[in-house]
RNA sequence: GCCUGGGUAGCUCAGUCGGUAGAGCAACGCACUCGUAAUGCGUAGGUCAGGGGUUCGAAUCCCCUCUCAGGCUCCA
């Protein structure tokens, strides 16, 4: 028998009998690593447990736990959903099921025009868990294109993915395995998917799943083809994995900013306003204006200018800019006079900075003109797509439009980018990543050295900051590339922020110019910029990272001060009048009820200091401090204290130290 | 826009087989005056999303509309 040498990650080799397997050789290296082993990655691809090794490759045993080995659980998991499916509706056709984060997906066609309930979750779950008990085994064979039309000839969508490989299209080739052949596994005899692998060796191997939800969802995500149901399932290698991923989700739950936006009484949606309008009661609009008030301060220093624009415009405005052409759809329809005018509300606030910018001749010597407005834009957006306050139809945004000469281009990008990371930095997001958007490949407005320079100069002032940085290949419009900032909230999710976009177009249409130190008219460059985005995302994002819990610059309510008895009343006005001669937003909650439910209040809205006044602090002058996050009160501080304590932090911006 | 599932008091929810509407919290009133996460008693609060239908009778069954949630598509 002849024997092959196998290197591990390590560098280190093994010798094995010809024909070994990755199971074979975890088996050698350990009965744990056997144990564990789902897959192997031979000379950096995946392939099955049971595939012969080839000697002198290079292999890793995937195991349980790690992103690949979960790749491909996950991936198994959804097999054996399809192979339930299939089972529960005979004659049900399978379209595609990968693996997704957290999990997988399966989409199907049911005969008849039949539906999946909420109550087929638990039947299928049942026949999958069923089927996890067969301990059926994975098999993998390798066909001929005529081969696997005729082994998935009463499966549609199979038959398509196989007819568009045959036929050259790149876009499958993940669910094929090659452009030469297709692969397929089979569990059963009745029961055989096309896939490219890799599989777990049995599918005894699963069984810490959970199926989420049914969903719509369109055959290759067209909207024009039909729509298949997508069955949604979560998959992890242990039960304690598959727990914490469900509290994974009850966490993000509680900080669902729609949720919190009503128990603490921030905002709302009258339903009578229509979807996607919001309404800012007191509290939410105290936030709001806190945000506003210190983006105004910031944008002062920075040389910006503050303009003002209408919310309605005739249509010639967006014809000139060439939203009428382009983004029709996104607006809402027009208001028409009598005359036949016909008047819109902007989607965007570009076009009016424009016309300010072009009010009078400009020179150079103005240049970089920054205008600035809390711009609130209305758009129509699809009914199904409204989502809290991170989608909506009615939205302000903190948008300003640039206008320099291509000279000043490169340092106002990068005084730009500064602005924003440490803007974002004073709210308390810290996480960044950036994501550039070149040049597309069909048609591109402006020249290819603008392109080329407003890009590399992005490029350059991503890498300055140290940040991860995402190229977007050929995604940036065709007016401009575009560089946005991604942030990471407390509990990892990544929001779309502030977005920077170059735009050669806009000020050719609106036939903008200046004029040049050499007296000749010039075209300006225009850059468009939200740092927040839209306020009411902005707003929405923060409460999510901070789960309600703002820090103390930004809450409503910052201190509630309780007596302990009718007779402290008058010194908790005191420290209350104390505390607002400084600014503080301050509500005193006087004796009506006993201290314990007023506590417990003041606790479930967040407020980050809750200060108790009794007996011993009327004859002291001291407080009692109660700080959000912390259980343990601190008694008998000195009101002086306290007051520097919470103008310190209000102005570091900082959180109550909750011990 | 499409698919699936919802909509009962301000909020969170219960409501059996189709038999005439319930709880807790919040609100309001009275009493209680208390040292760190729920004081007690009482009062009031409803077009059961809206409209139509079936029925002796509809929160409950059927249809339409509005709206919300989760997805899909979309997000220059």
């Not at 995937?62 to 054996?80: D, M, N, Q």
């Not at 303009?307 to 028409?336: C, Q, R």
């Not at 940085?469 to 990544?494: C, N």
Request: aromatic residues 8%.
């Amino acid at each position: 028998m002849s024997t092959i040498q196998i290197t591990l990650p390590d560098g280190s080799t093994r010798d094995l009998e010809s024909g070994a397997t990755g199971l074979d050789l975890a088996t050698s290296i350990g009965s744990r690593l056997a144990k564990a082993a789902l897959a192997t990655v031979v000379d950096g691809a995946m392939t099955d447990l049971s595939t012969p090794l080839p000697s002198g490759s290079t292999v890793a045993i995937v195991t349980e736990g790690t992103p690949e080995g979960r790749e491909v659980l996950r991936h198994s998991t959804a097999h054996v959903m399809a192979q339930a499916v299939t089972r529960l509706w005979p004659g049900a056709h399978f379209a595609i099921g990968p693996a997704i984060a957290d999990g997988f997906y399966y989409d199907f066609d049911l005969p008849n025009g039949a539906r999946f309930t909420d109550g087929d979750m638990e039947r299928i779950e049942a026949e999958m868990r069923a089927i996890v008990k067969e301990n059926q085994p994975f098999v993998r064979s390798e066909h001929s294109f005529d081969e696997g039309l005729a082994l998935f000839a009463d499966q549609p969508f199979k038959v398509e993915i196989i007819k568009s490989v045959q036929e050259g299209s790149r876009e499958d080739l993940d669910e094929v395995g090659s452009a030469s052949s297709v692969s397929a596994y089979r569990n059963t005899d009745s029961f055989v998917d096309l896939c490219r692998g890799p599989h777990v060796p049995s599918t005894g191997r699963l069984g810490h799943f959970k199926l989420m939800r049914v969903a719509g969802a369109y055959w290759r995500g067209d909207e024009k083809r039909p729509q298949l149901q997508r069955v949604y399932g979560t998959a992890w290698e242990s039960k304690t994995a598959l727990e914490e991923h469900i509290t994974r989700l009850e966490e993000a739950e509680k900080r669902d900013h729609r949720k919190l936006g009503k128990e603490l009484d921030l905002f709302s949606f009258p339903t009578v306003l229509g979807p996607g309008l919001s309404v800012f009661h007191p509290k939410g609009g105290t936030i709001r204006r806190l945000i506003e008030d210190y983006s105004r301060q910031r944008h002062v220093e920075d040389g910006y200018e503050f303009v003002n624009s209408p919310h309605i415009t005739k249509g010639e405005l967006f014809e000139t800019s060439g939203h009428l052409e382009w983004f029709a759809d996104g607006m809402y329809p027009p208001m028409e006079l009598d005359e036949g005018q016909k008047y819109y509300l902007k989607p965007m606030n570009c076009p009016f900075h424009l016309l300010i910018f072009n009010a009078r001749p400009r020179s150079f010597r103005e240049l970089p003109l920054r205008l600035f407005e809390f711009g609130t834009v209305y758009r129509y957006e699809k009914s199904g797509v409204v989502h809290g306050l991170t989608r909506v139809r009615g939205f302000t945004q903190d948008d300003a439009h640039i206008l320099c000469t291509r000279e000043q281009m490169h340092d106002e990008l990068i005084s730009l980018l500064n602005f924003v990371l440490d803007l974002l930095r004073d709210f308390g997001l810290n996480d960044f990543y950036l994501e550039i958007s070149t040049r597309p490949p069909e048609k591109a407005a402006g020249t290819q050295e603008e392109w080329d320079e407003a890009e590399a100069t992005l490029t350059a002032v991503a890498q300055s900051h140290g940040l991860e940085l995402v190229l977007d290949e050929g995604g940036g419009a065709f007016y401009g590339p575009k560089i946005s900032v991604q942030a990471k909230d407390a509990i990892g999710r990544t929001h779309q922020m502030s977005t920077i976009q170059l735009d050669f177009q806009l000020p050719q249409r609106f036939d903008s110019s200046y004029i040049g130190s050499d007296n000749q008219r010039h075209r300006p460059i225009m850059i468009h910029r939200a740092l927040f985005g839209s306020i009411e995302r902005f707003i929405a994002i923060l409460i999510e990272h901070y789960a309600g819990a703002l820090p103390t610059w930004l809450a409503p309510e910052q201190v509630r001060i309780l007596s302990v008895r009718n007779d402290h009343d008058d010194y908790a006005w005191e420290v209350a009048k104390t505390l607002k001669a400084k600014g503080a937003r301050v509500v005193v909650d006087e004796a009506s009820e006993p201290l314990g439910g007023r506590i417990r209040r003041a606790k479930l809205e967040k407020i980050p200091y809750i200060l108790v006044v009794g007996d011993d602090d009327v004859r002291e002058r001291t407080l009692g401090i109660n700080a959000r996050g912390s259980n343990d009160p601190e008694r008998g501080v000195g009101l002086d204290e306290f007051v520097n304590r919470f103008v310190d932090e209000v102005a570091s911006h900082g959180m109550p130290e909750g011990r």
